[in-house]
T-cell receptor, first 115, second 116 residues
Framework: GAVVSQHPSWVICKSGTSVKIECRSL??????MFWYRQFPKQSLMLMAT?????????EQGVEKDKFLINHASLTLSTLTVTSAHPEDSSFYIC???????????FGPGTRLTVT | AQSVAQPEDQVNVAEGNPLTVKCTYS??????LFWYVQYPNRGLQFLLK??????LVKGSYGFEAEFNKSQTSFHLKKPSALVSDSALYFC??????????????FGAGTRLAVHP
């Protein structure tokens, strides 16, 4: 099946620094990519939806200037957490949709810890 | 508002017994429903989906789900549970966005614990 990778799988950074997370679709072209965050023992909350070559659409309450999303190609999307704070510590999961209308494929997630 | 509810935080079942993980939904129009499983510190794995057709949907790892329109439910089932089925299960519904796009809305998740 379709594979989505994320890098890094985990990262620790200091408060005030920026962190970039990459999401790649390895064997298909992803016309749409999604970024979610998941707090411990909670569900996935959609942060933003990005379509290749256009600006991301952010969910209500998500700061677009803090969580920068770039979907520069059909196989790569990046999420940059700018000026990270401890409350940004979370599990970030990306997801990609190919040409099929229904399936969404999820990456393995990136655990971000801000100290 | 369009939403998905998973009323049980945790389901406990003995290995070999049948299991059910409940899901109800509230959407306008025809629902497109999904089940995903998540193992610790991993992303989500697709189990099955209902789009149209037969109300009983068969998916991966022996799981199946029954779509019930009158009860607005899409419960996940398996005839005989395995210890390795222990994980976090999410029900999701696809909702439309402007411009012909759509997104998934997830339930809160149900932790399945299968005991030997």
């Amino acid at each position: 099946g379709a594979v989505v990778s994320q890098h890094p799988s985990w990262v620790i950074c200091k408060s005030g620094t920026s962190v970039k997370i990459e999401c790649r679709s390895l064997d298909f072209q992803a016309t749409t990519m999604f970024w979610y965050r998941q707090f411990p023992k909670q569900s996935l909350m959609l942060m933003a939806t990005s379509n290749e070559g256009s600006k991301a659409t952010y969910e209500q309450g998500v700061e677009k200037d803090k969580f920068l999303i770039n979907h520069a190609s059909l196989t790569l999307s990046t999420l940059t957490v700018t000026s990270a704070h401890p409350e940004d510590s979370s599990f970030y999961i990306c997801s990609a949709r190919g040409s099929g209308p229904y399936e969404q494929y999820f990456g393995p997630g990136t655990r971000l810890t801000v100290t | 508002a369009q939403s998905v509810a998973q009323p049980e935080d945790q389901v406990n079942v003995a290995e070999g017994n049948p299991l059910t993980v409940k899901c109800t939904y509230s959407v306008s129009g025809n629902p497109y429903l999904f089940w995903y499983v998540q193992y610790p510190n991993r992303g989500l794995q697709f189990l099955l989906k209902y789009i149209t057709g037969d109300n009983l949907v068969k998916g991966s790892y022996g799981f199946e789900a029954e779509f019930n329109k009158s009860q607005t439910s899409f419960h996940l089932k398996k005839p005989s549970a395995l210890v390795s089925d222990s994980a976090l299960y999410f029900c999701a519904v696809r909702v439309p966005l402007s411009g012909g796009y759509n997104k998934l809305i997830f339930g809160a998740g149900t932790r399945l614990a299968v005991h030997p």
